[in-house]
């Protein structure tokens, strides 16, 4: 079969570093071919060649694109041949309507003069195609990333798409949205469009791709032909690591005692519509030792409910009883919620858990600086001593403590941030997606330190929209949806279809008598 | 244990180019007075011009150590030449017209200024106002309140203990030294040779610690130049009149918010709002306090300002600071503050203010008219955060 891309022998070097190798790789027309790899694997690297955005001469090797060489000088001599990159990060504006943001670069019309009937014709055949039931002025800030993934989508409609990339288009989307976006790519290849799909969610990668490409260290490891027979997910990481990954997760003895954590009756309503209930008089209690993991689907009040905990950092008019080891504590703010030994981490390390210029040590002690500050004058040493020490449990790879953070990797990025919260000492930790964006050998490293903790005594809630990860590291699994807890399970009979049937059961019956 | 940890491989080969940031604005400050220096014929070093130097730039150094502090929380104030204007306004009616004695005077200036600075923090960090507009309406106001109060006429001669605040210098202990101040010259070689001192203890507690430092050889030449170029501008301070009085002020309060901003919790989490002020939030740091209480700190400076502005002109005018904040922002900017916030030191800053002032200085003495005076610093701001920014992408 003729291939539709074919990339021969792409190298690309960044100031000595070898960023790919000798990388080869083809797509076929109308199929979809995955690729796959742990971070830094070269993978978006990769793609800016394609894309143009390493320009022609800035890397060794050939693109054949339909039979001819190409020599991409910028992204729109690629766009102009139908290759069109979604990234990771959405590129949308949030205060321009949908249709405004589609057709941004250029809208139809003449001499300058935006033909707006047009525009929302257009806008709204394209929506159309890609399953949106949204007007094409709705401003994009006020639908969810779900949605927004979608208008970007058709966004690359809206030109002549021959060869679709896109770049963990799933990594901030929901099952539901998640298995949507995949039915689309589906229908694409009905259509005789071919994609490209960066992932690191292995269940989505076999159900869709045609063939998957594995990169490891910037080189071509193996494609893999998904009609042989089923791809199994585990050969696929041993390819992605080179080692044989026994388990995904590591196995623990779980020793839990008494409760640590609990609330009760808690309920916040959304900081701006204050009519909005969003958290439904929860009640929610954490063991000694205990991993406890709550599912839900994306806008579930997951988020919501540990960040209006953590200090009343989200929402308003938020009530309900709060305690620690039994006596009543006060969160009204993120400083008592720390002193009562509760610790957030985020799932935006970089928005909102990061000082992205500052080094790690920096970065360590931020939360809890009187510990290195006797009489608020820090003890530069003493910090630095925190911060090595930091580093050498939690296995930070870096060249030194004052390293910018911004600059690690995000399994890093996230070792940092343990490292910040752990050293204010907290008896319970809220984790809100600690592996999200993370390649898979940092993610087993972070289940490890989740391990520890729990078997240090602390009550550890890990918030997670990937439910293997559930399955595979807690105790109990506690499922929320539409701000209210609707099932409880131990590890052990938890299961996929338990969850998601709690979540679409919740959907049938009135709020309360779910939970009863 | 972590001492393995702790010990970083020395990499002395790339130390210059990674450190030339740092040493780049002073390096920049050296050239620029060796420049004036020489085509003005060795005017600028007199004796007489280098204490004029300081006594003209001494308001800005002050405020630039206040609005150093709001740029790095990612605000800006523009609000500092009118206030500066008002205090020494207030100042003037106050022990002019009202024969307040000077001290009880000052404090309610003092006080008056952070109270203005409160107020603006208030909308700033409490109600999420963009400062920019906050300050811009603050600039108005102040300008207005000190042409009313002063009834659009300048207000003076201020009691003559009031102006040893500008124009006096520190007691000279031996008498009669032929020309030569040695207190003074003692002050400054005591102040370098502490400097030094500070440096080597620095330098042993981190090899203590097996950091990594800068090469011996280095950081010694260092030293030394330090050492050599305090002193030397002590003796010529030294050998005019001696050491004035707002230097001594200026040089405390330097070294006080070099102090806090590098080594103390308030100075760390300031930068942190300025980095990331939602992850500095959730890391249990009062955000909106914090950013409330620069600007108070922003006005007490702007205060005090006033008063040795005031102080030197020995009369107060309704056109006093104005356009002050302009050469306040730049000297932050110029010396390597970020407009995005979290980036910024107290050393740059004064630096930055020292360029504009030897900048200003020298084309007045080589009779450069003030228009294209302005043209010269617009373009050396511009340059220097061009060449800022070019060094951070290189990076």
């Known amino acids: ?516 | 244990m972590s001492d393995t940890a702790l010990k970083d491989k020395p990499q002395h080969a790339g130390f210059l180019k990674n450190n030339l940031r740092e040493y780049g604005m002073l390096i920049s400050l050296f050239a620029i007075m060796i420049f004036f220096e020489v085509v003005t014929n060795g005017t600028l070093m007199r004796p007489l011009n280098l204490t004029n130097l300081v006594l003209q730039n001494s308001y800005i150094v002050i405020m630039a150590l206040g609005m150093l502090l709001v740029i790095v929380t990612g605000h800006i104030d523009l609000s500092v030449g009118s206030v500066a204007g008002f205090i020494g306004a207030v100042a003037a009616v106050l022990m002019v017209k009202f024969d307040v004695h000077y001290i009880p005077a000052t404090l309610i200036c003092l006080a008056l200024g952070g109270l203005i600075g409160a107020a603006q923090g208030y909308w700033v960090a409490y109600f999420k106002i963009p400062s920019f507009i906050v300050t811009l309406a603050g600039m108005l106001v102040f300008k207005g309140l000190a042409l009313a109060i002063l009834a659009g006429q300048s207000v003076g001669p201020f009691p003559p203990t009031f102006q040893k605040l500008s124009s006096g210098f520190i007691p000279e202990l031996v008498p009669d030294a032929g020309g030569l101040y040695p207190t003074s010259l003692a002050v400054g070689a005591v102040l370098a040779l502490g400097l030094v001192w500070l440096n080597f203890r620095g330098r042993a507690r981190q090899e203590a610690h097996h950091v990594e430092t800068e090469p011996y050889g280095f950081f010694v030449a260092k030293n030394v130049a330090l050492f050599g170029i305090i002193t030397y501008f002590a003796y010529l301070i030294a050998s005019h009149r001696g050491m004035p009085n707002v230097l001594v002020i200026m040089t405390a309060l330097i070294a006080l918010y070099a102090f806090v901003t590098t080594r103390t919790t308030i100075g760390r989490q300031i930068y942190a709002v300025g980095g990331n002020e939602k992850a500095a939030k959730l890391s249990g740091i009062k955000t909106e306090r914090l950013t409330f209480l620069t600007f108070v700190n922003m006005g007490v400076l702007a205060a005090l300002a006033g008063l040795v502005f005031a102080a030197r002109l020995n009369t107060a005018t309704p056109k006093a600071g104005l356009g002050f904040e302009l050469d306040v922002i730049a000297a932050c900017f110029i010396g390597g503050a970020s407009a995005y916030g979290g980036v910024g030191r107290v050393g740059g800053a004064v630096i930055g203010a020292l360029i504009m002032g030897v900048m200003n200085n020298g084309m007045s003495i080589l009779g450069i008219g003030i228009d294209y005076q302005q043209v010269i610093k617009g373009l050396v701001l511009l340059g220097a955060v061009c060449l800022d920014v070019y060094n951070q992408r290189r990076a």
């Not at chain 1, 929901?174 to 995949?182: F, I, M, P, T």
Request: proline content about 3%.
């Open chain 1, 1 to 516: 079969m003729n291939a539709l891309l074919e990339m021969q022998g792409i190298s690309k070097h960044f100031a000595g570093v070898k960023a790919l190798s000798d990388v080869t790789f083809a797509v076929r027309p109308g199929e979809i071919h995955a690729l796959v790899g742990e971070n830094g694997a070269g993978k978006s690297t990769l793609m800016k060649v394609l894309s143009g955005v390493y320009p022609h001469g800035s890397y060794d090797g050939a693109i054949v694109f339909d039979g001819e060489e190409r020599r991409f000088s910028d992204i729109n001599a690629s766009e102009s041949l139908g290759i069109i990159i979604i990234h990771q990060e959405l590129a949308l504006v949030p205060l321009l309507s949908i249709a405004e943001n589609i057709f941004i670069a250029n809208p139809p019309g003449r001499f300058g003069i935006i033909d707006r009937g047009a525009v929302h014709q257009r806008t709204k055949e394209l929506l159309a195609k890609v399953g949106l039931d949204e007007s094409p002025d709705t401003l994009v800030t006020n639908i969810g990333v779900g949605k927004q993934q979608l208008v970007e989508i058709a966004k690359a409609l809206s030109k002549k798409v021959r060869l679709l990339i896109l770049d963990e288009p799933t990594a901030s989307l929901s099952e539901k949205d998640s298995a949507a976006l995949l039915d689309l790519l589906l229908e694409f290849k009905a259509q005789g469009i071919a994609s490209i799909l960066i992932s690191h969610k292995l269940n989505e990668v076999s159900k869709v791709a045609d063939r998957i490409t594995v990169l490891r260290d910037g080189r071509t490891v193996d494609t893999l032909d998904c009609h042989d027979g089923a791809v199994e997910e585990d050969r696929i990481i041993s390819k992605m690591v080179d080692r044989d990954l026994e388990h995904r997760y590591p196995k623990r003895e779980p020793n839990i005692g008494g409760p640590i954590f609990k609330v009760t009756n808690w309920s916040a309503y959304h900081p701006l519509h204050s009519e909005r209930q969003v958290i439904r008089n929860v009640d929610f209690e954490v063991r000694r030792g205990e991993i406890v993991g709550i599912a839900g689907l994306m806008g579930a009040g997951r988020t919501e409910f540990a960040m209006s905990i953590f200090g009343r950092s989200w929402g308003q008019k938020i009530t309900g009883r709060a305690e620690m080891e039994g006596r009543p504590i006060d969160l009204s703010t993120v400083r008592r919620a720390i002193d009562a030994g509760l610790a957030y981490v985020t799932e935006d390390r970089k928005q909102l858990g990061l000082l992205l210029a500052e080094d790690i040590r920096k970065n360590v002690t931020l939360a809890n600086l009187p510990a290195i500050a006797p009489g608020r004058i820090i003890d530069d040493m003493k910090e630095l001593r925190v911060a090595s020490d930091y580093r050498g449990r939690m296995h930070i790879r870096c060249h030194s403590v004052f390293q910018e953070t911004g600059k690690l990797s995000g399994g890093n990025q996230q070792k940092v941030v343990l490292s910040k919260w752990l050293f204010t000492d907290p008896k319970v930790l809220i984790l809100d997606e600690p592996t999200r964006g993370i390649d898979v050998g940092a993610k087993y490293e972070i289940y490890c330190i989740i391990n520890e903790l729990a078997d240090a005594g602390k009550g550890v809630v890990v918030i997670s929209s990937e439910m293997p990860e559930l399955l595979g590291i807690c105790d109990r699994i506690c499922v929320m949806n539409e701000g209210a807890f609707v099932g409880e399970f131990t590890g052990t009979e938890a299961s996929q279809e338990k969850i998601m049937r709690a979540i679409m059961r919740k959907g049938e019956q009135r709020p309360m008598e779910a939970l009863a």
